[in-house]
C-alpha cells in the first residue's frame, strides 16, 4: 500500500485544514487507518485513527477539533482540523494498518507540514 498525503500548510490560530491521504496498492475500506504527527526531535504520536468498523480514537489534545473520516469509493481518508493552535504544528503522517496501543503502523505517507502562527 502507498499512501500520498497532502494538504498540510500555513495558518492562523483558529484556523482550519483538511487532510487527505489517498492510497493506492490496496483498499483502505477494511485498514485501521491514522494519523500521527512529530516535532522535530520528538516521538511521532498517533493524533486520530479510524477502525474498519468506523470507530474513531481522537487524542485528548485534539478531542472536539479534528474529525477523521473515510472515503472508501476515493480510497481516501482524511483529517479535517478546526480551531487550530500553535501546539499542532508539527508534520502530520497518515498510516495503515495502524495499531493504536503500540502507537506504530505498517504503512506511511511521506508526512505533510502543518505550520499554525500566533
Known amino acids: 500500500v502507498q499512501l500520498q498525503a497532502s494538504g498540510g500548510g500555513l495558518v492562523q490560530a483558529g484556523g482550519a485544514l483538511r487532510l487527505s491521504c489517498v492510497a493506492s496498492?490496496?483498499?483502505?475500506?477494511?485498514?485501521?487507518m491514522g494519523w500521527f504527527r512529530q516535532i522535530p526531535g520528538k516521538e511521532r504520536n498517533v493524533v486520530a485513527s479510524i477502525g474498519s468498523h468506523g470507530d474513531r480514537y481522537y487524542a485528548d489534545s485534539v478531542k472536539g477539533r479534528f474529525t477523521i473520516s473515510r472515503d472508501s469509493v476515493k480510497n481516501t481518508v482524511y483529517l479535517q482540523m478546526d480551531n487550530l493552535k500553535p501546539e499542532d504544528t508539527a508534520v502530520y503522517y497518515c498510516?495503515?494498518?495502524?495499531?493504536?496501543?503500540?502507537?506504530?503502523?505498517?504503512?506511511w505517507g511521506q508526512g505533510t507540514l502543518v505550520t499554525v502562527s500566533s
Open positions: 498510516a495503515a494498518d495502524l495499531r493504536l496501543v503500540l502507537n506504530t503502523a505498517t504503512y
Open positions: 496498492g490496496g483498499s483502505l475500506s477494511t485498514r485501521n
